[in-house]
């Protein structure tokens, strides 16, 4: 394995183990980021079951996004993700934005589903 490959699974652990310990029994908000989508799901970790997810892949959104992989695509999948994870019966989250640093895509996604009523 690269070092590069290496050094981001070794955040994505630090990142992961903060939040279990601060999670206090919320489900987890996960983020994928790649170079042409953003994929976002709401796990529940005690049951291992995804409860929703949203990605720019997703057919409710190709009309709309010009590409995958801005900000204006992120912030319609976290508008996306906010509505689903509501419709599941799911207000509160930890947000998991894995080993990528909280500015760009990962941050417009974010706030959009703030926006659209998850708290975290």
Same mark, same amino acid.
């Given at each position: 394995? %690269?070092?590069? !490959?290496?050094? =981001? ?12 310990? +601060? !999670?206090?029994?919320?489900? @987890?908000? %996960? ?8 994929? *976002?799901?709401?796990? &529940? ?9 949203? %990605?720019? /892949?997703?057919? !409710? ?13 992120? %912030? ?7 509505? @689903? ?7 509160? *989250?930890?947000? &998991? @934005?894995? /080993?990528?640093?909280?500015?760009? +895509? ?7 589903? @703030?926006?659209?009523?998850?708290? =975290?």
């Amino acid at each position: 394995m %690269s070092k590069k !490959a290496e050094l =981001f699974q070794r955040r994505q652990r630090r990142n992961r183990h903060a939040i279990k310990a +601060r !999670a206090s029994g919320r489900l @987890r908000l %996960s983020v994928f980021r790649s170079s042409k989508h953003i994929y *976002v799901q709401v796990i &529940d970790d005690g049951a291992g079951r995804t409860l929703a997810a949203a %990605s720019s /892949a997703d057919e !409710a959104l190709k009309g709309k996004l010009k590409t995958g992989a801005d900000k204006a695509a992120a %912030s319609e999948v976290g508008k996306l993700i906010a509505v @689903r994870a509501i419709e599941a019966g799911v207000k509160e *989250v930890v947000f &998991d @934005r894995g /080993a990528y640093m909280f500015h760009g +895509r990962v941050k417009a996604l974010a706030d959009a589903a @703030r926006e659209g009523g998850l708290s =975290f």
